[in-house]
């Protein structure tokens, strides 16, 4: 089975910018969609961006588009977000996840996922 690790959290100030990856192990995610999520204290986790198997597909939640940017290196077994233009908003657990059939932003069609790694935006 395969297993997420997102490392690349941290605090920052508003305006900044920084990169989140998530890697995988104990076999491949070539074949699955890969999504990022995030999780505000007391709120639910929400959609952030995904990229497609194709690794050229995307999508993107209208809070982050223009803002963020996902993309994959499959050869590294690895999923990238970065963010800039970052802003108090931004503040919440960030994770990966991985859906080998479906390529959507719905968190429950996801089946394998990351710890998570906390992203702090500071004024």
């Known amino acids: 089975q395969v297993q997420l690790m997102e490392s690349g959290g941290g605090l920052v100030q508003t305006g900044g910018s920084l990169v989140l990856a998530c890697t995988a192990s104990?076999?491949?995610?070539?074949?699955?969609?890969m999504g990022w999520f995030r999780q505000a204290p007391g709120k639910a986790r929400e959609f952030v961006a995904a990229?497609?198997?194709?690794?050229?597909?995307?999508d993107y939640a209208d809070s982050v588009q223009g803002r963020f940017t996902i993309s994959r290196d499959d050869a590294r077994s690895t999923v990238y977000l970065q963010m800039n233009g970052l802003r108090q908003e931004d503040t919440a657990v960030y994770f990966c996840?991985?859906?080998?059939?479906?390529?959507?932003?719905?968190?429950?069609?996801?089946?394998?996922w990351g710890q998570g790694t906390q992203v702090t935006v500071s004024s």
């Open positions: 990229i497609k198997w194709d690794g050229a597909t995307t």
């Open positions: 996840a991985a859906d080998p059939v479906r390529f959507s932003r719905g968190p429950l069609n996801y089946d394998i």
């Open positions: 104990g076999g491949t995610v070539s074949g699955s969609a």
